[in-house]
């Protein structure tokens, strides 16, 4: 008897705990983030597999999900357009040349939309490979050429410094480059971006001011870092600079990637290092 009470009670006090952490937020916003998706590197942390990630875009489909563009997020917040019955966000960091070798083939076999925060001193041109390995960035035609349907942009730096080590003046510099160099290059960007290296400066609130009059110097309007939570909906006007997104793992099982896009992973890993 024993062998059944004891796993069921487990389950039920899971499922009690798992509500009470998520519950308010399950009829929020999911945010996703990726980085690589590749079909020769090894997954990681920052790189998923590309047929993991068919099964991913698979998945949302079957659940009926509606894949959303950042303009769908503005319009819903500044113009109350609706938004579809169960919106995703899929947002992708920096980037990387496999977002159009890789994912734009499975966003147009699918129909889905992404975003991404593109590093604009990272994108190549024919004379200009930018400062990291040759070939793992975008060039900037491949930028244009996605972006006519399936995906947008936002900003995420110049060079992907970390905010944190730059003072208010070069945060400021930074942001005027990039947004200049998307300019020269013709790629059009939303006004949105992510945090470089996910700092936010959560622990110093008086920089953190700062930074927002910076970002909206800019004319950004919204911000992302990420807090593996949903948003709730309707999106709170006062967090639109710290907006959450659910880090996608490349080493994450299919089950972890649904718990995930429920904003449950955080409590289901704090689970697993008790029962260790
Ligand atoms: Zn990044």
């Given at each position: 008897m024993v062998y059944i009470i004891v796993p069921a009670a487990f389950l039920v006090i899971c499922f009690i705990l798992m509500y009470l952490y998520a519950g308010p937020f399950m009829k929020g916003l999911p945010v996703l983030v990726y980085h690589k998706i590749s079909s020769t590197k090894k997954p990681d942390f920052l790189t998923v597999a590309t047929s993991r990630m068919r099964e991913h875009l698979e998945y949302i489909t079957k659940k009926g999900y509606t894949t959303i563009f950042f303009t769908d997020l503005i319009d819903y917040v500044e113009k109350g357009k609706p938004l579809p019955k169960k919106p995703l966000m899929i947002t992708l960091d920096d980037g990387f040349r496999d977002n159009y070798t890789d994912l734009y083939p499975l966003l147009k076999e699918f129909n889905c939309k992404a975003n991404i925060f593109i590093v604009a001193g990272f994108v190549q041109t024919p004379g200009n490979l930018g400062?990291?390995?040759?070939?793992e960035f975008m060039l900037a035609e491949e930028a244009k050429t996605i972006c006519k349907d399936h995906v947008q942009y936002g900003l995420h730096t110049m060079?992907?410094?970390?905010?944190?080590?730059?003072?208010l003046e070069e945060i400021d510099e930074d942001m005027r480059v990039s947004k200049q160099r998307l300019d020269e290059l013709g790629i059009p960007y939303q006004p949105i971006f992510a945090y470089s290296w996910a700092y936010y400066f959560k622990d110093n609130p008086v920089k953190q001011a700062e930074v927002f009059g910076i970002l909206k110097k800019h004319g950004v309007r919204y911000a992302f870092k990420v807090g593996d939570r949903l948003n709730p909906l309707p999106i709170n006007l006062s967090k639109r600079l710290v907006l959450n997104r659910l880090h996608m793992n490349g080493s994450y099982s299919m089950w972890q990637y649904k718990m995930a896009l429920m904003g449950f992973i955080r409590i289901v890993q704090r689970l697993k290092k008790i029962l260790k």
């Open positions: 400062p990291r390995a040759e070939g060079y992907h410094k970390n905010y944190h080590e730059l003072s």
